[in-house]
């Protein structure tokens, strides 16, 4: 017999106070934000559009000299902004958690 279990809470990418408008406004405002919001709208993970477009933009960001804190602010306010107020709860929580794993694992990458 197995005790059912509530799934866990995820915490979000990064508090909403840690990020200010004006790093929102920077975040949303660049082509590479704009082409990364377009392919997370749909909100799955699993989709090859999601991998290219968070590699693309992470490695990116981190040729330019951004550190992990800073992609993973940027790319939270590009969720919330662009992409998060079209999906259902349930699936925001996951496209957040999904997102955040990715980025970190990409920025750690060497290849």
Request: glycine share 2%.
């Amino acid at each position: 017999m197995t005790i059912p279990r509530s799934a866990p809470t995820l915490p979000r990418l990064v508090p909403t106070a840690s990020i200010s408008e004006s790093a929102v406004r920077a975040a949303v405002a660049s082509p590479r934000a704009r082409n990364l919001a377009a392919a997370l709208r749909d909100g799955d993970p699993m989709r090859a559009s999601f991998d290219t477009a968070v590699r693309r933009f992470v490695r990116a960001e981190r040729d330019d000299g951004r550190d992990l804190d800073t992609i993973l602010a940027s790319i939270a306010a590009i969720l919330r902004a662009h992409v998060e107020p079209s999906l259902p709860p349930d699936h925001r929580d996951a496209l957040q958690h999904a997102t955040a794993w990715f980025t970190v694992s990409e920025y750690h990458r060497v290849d």
